[in-house]
């Protein structure tokens, strides 16, 4: 089971295994405060994707083939986080206002095998 969830929100124990994918650490959030399992950078999107996509709607199909096109080459960590997802809840954790518009959603679409929503086919 696959959760998302803001990194300003409380950990809660339902969360199962918190594992950070953003780039950069969430504002104004200690380490002890985040209460994570893990940090994977390497699955958030790069630098230069996150930066064109400035959290745009508008920008929403291209960003989720864009991002996904990047995460192709994450095989690795993929397996990883879907192991993590087969054992028990594994909760994405995001620092983003948007809740429908972020790199997580897309992951976890990815993770789930879905495709995705407004995007090219």
Known sequence: MI???RAYEPALPGDGVRVLVDRLWPRGISKEAAQLDDWMKDVAPSTDL???FGHDPAKWPEFQ???RAELASRGADLDRLRDLARKGTLTLIYAAHDEAHNDAVVLRDVLLGVR???GRP
């Open 3 to 5: 959760h998302l969830k």
């Open 50 to 52: 996150r930066k064109w």
């Open 65 to 67: 083939d864009r991002y």
């Open 116 to 118: 995705p929503s407004g």
